[in-house]
């Protein structure tokens, strides 16, 4: 196949409630999807970064012109196969989420024009995936607010509830939502709030019988999550710190992580990420599929990931109404607390025209 054009549509989209994490509060989610133009059709790739770089050093503006300059360069015009793109841009260092989302276009149109749905190319074996919630630390501080925000999705049917935590908002709300959902299945994530002189505090966790404590301390200190994860009798699941299959295999090895979140973008793509799928599954090493508040264009990818035999815990793999009134593309409905792995072409999801236009704040060509 042959990359012809890659433009980049940033739209907005107006959160149904603020998102706060320890390091930000979103209120309108801005994302960058990118328009790959080959000549077997057109497909859609997301870029995960957002705005500013807080969740990691990743972010749209630096995006668009690492992908103008030089991803994009490295693929257009030649003759390729899909599965040819990481290893085309693989010279070009870091920019997990920019690589992530070319390869992702190239993939979609690529599997559209052959027939082939995504799940079917990854080696999906189920057609429906449980789905999990992440829940924000509300940002009135308050516990009520917090218990009215999971009341309404364990009434919406989710299986499985995590956490936003930092310093100062762990314990007690742990304690409360637990006390509030009983056995069900319970997570909390810090995205990276804590030091190893923390050790103690989170040890306290424990008693809440949680899943597992997900990148609990800074990406970059792998003794901490090391010392903690001897420590702690809650598995640690590691997020930020894990960035490709061989970096997730040496975390697994050194002691400094016991589950691992599978996250796309983070890791430069879905090729990767099923990498890292693979090498779990082999290890016995439980993997979940991450969200970073996708449009349907990355929840359809997320989603059919998320059916691959070693997810075996549900991932952040929320219906669209749980961020958004209008999604760019056909909305995730959520049934019975699961969803439906698409099985059309690619994706499965294209943006729809008129939205589009609606949400898009800037276009920027590529190429
Ligand atoms: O898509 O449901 C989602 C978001 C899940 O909490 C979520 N993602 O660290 O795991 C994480 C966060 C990062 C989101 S910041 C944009
Ligand atoms: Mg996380």
Redesign the pocket.
Known sequence: MRVESVVAHEVALPLVRP?R?SF?T?HERHVLLLEVTTDEGVGWGEC?S?PDPL?SHEFNAAALLVLRDHLVPRVMGKDIEAEDVPGLIKPVRGHPMARGALEMGVLDAHLKNAGQSWGSYFGSNREWVDCG??VGIPVDDSIDTLVTEVQGYLDAGYRRI?L?IQPGWDLEPTRVIRELIGGMRLQV?A?QAYSRDSIDHLCALDEFDLLLI??PIHEEDYLGHKLLAERMQTPVCL??SVLSRDNAESLIDYGACEIV?I?AGRVGGYIEAKKIHDMALHRGIPVWC?????TGLGRAANVAIASLPGFTLPG?T?ASS??YKQDVTEPFVMEDGRLRVPDGPGLGRTPIPDVLTALTVATTPLS
């Open positions: 998102f994490t930000s979103e995960v957002s969740y919630v992440s995590k936003k994530d995205n997900e990148q997020d930020e979140n996250k991450g969200g970073m508040e996708e952040d929320s749980r961020f």
